[in-house]
């Protein structure tokens, strides 16, 4: 069965987002954008990604500079798939297509999300340009994919002190890469 048989009954699905690993695409939920994610069957990788970002979002769901969870779909009953997350779409373009230095306030804002999901306990993300999505309108800066991420208990405690740590390198790496596309 296709996504669109499976899911076809409350989503219109759009185009597949490329390059993703997982199935990403752009659907329509009750008449507005929305992402849909899917793992596949069998695929470890997949159900652990999937998994994760599931806890993430729903630890994090009032959570400023991210993209929220809007609803899950276990397809676990289908031959291919196994789950299927939907989530809010920021309209714009991820860091990756945008070749252009951060601008000074979305720097800052992304600084405060990471803070608020280290406050959370949540680090380890994955800071690379296609993850962070920038509104048309250049207002917004939004993490989009926590399928890296961790959830770090009281007993982790230098575990998250070292994730900590790498997110601000990698948000410094990050930086300074989108200075060097322009
Ligand atoms: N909420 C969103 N709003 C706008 N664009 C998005 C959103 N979520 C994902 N995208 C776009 O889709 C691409 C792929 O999505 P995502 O990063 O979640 O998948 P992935 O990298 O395959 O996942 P994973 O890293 O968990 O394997 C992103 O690089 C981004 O361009
Ligand atoms: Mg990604």
Redesign the pocket.
């Known amino acids: 069965m296709t996504i669109t048989e499976l899911l076809g009954n409350e989503l219109i699905i759009g185009p597949r ?1 490329e ?4 199935l ?1 695409y752009l659907v329509k939920y009750e008449g507005s954008d929305h ?1 849909l ?1 899917v793992s596949r069957k069998n695929d470890l ?2 159900l652990d ?2 998994k994760t ?1 599931q806890r993430i979002l729903e630890a994090c769901e009032d959570l400023k500079g991210i ?1 929220h969870l809007v609803k899950k779909y276990d397809l676990s009953k289908s031959e291919d798939y196994e789950t299927a997350l939907l ?8 860091l ?2 945008k070749q252009r230095p951060l601008l000074p306030h979305l720097k800052e804002e992304l600084k405060r999300t990471i803070l608020r999901l280290h406050q959370r306990r949540v680090a380890g993300l ?1 800071l690379t340009p ?2 962070v ?1 920038v509104s048309s309108d250049e207002r917004e800066v ?1 993490i ?5 991420g961790s959830i770090f208990s009281q007993e982790q405690e230098n575990e998250l002190k070292y994730w900590v740590e790498r997110d601000y390198f990698n948000l410094q790496c990050l930086v300074k890469r989108m200075q060097r596309t322009f």
Do not use: H, W
């Open positions: 987002i390059p993703s690993s997982l990403v992402i994610k990788f997949d990604q999937m970002e993209t989530k809010e779409y920021v309209a714009g373009s991820d990756a297509r994955e296609e993850n999505v939004k989009v994919d926590f399928g890296s």
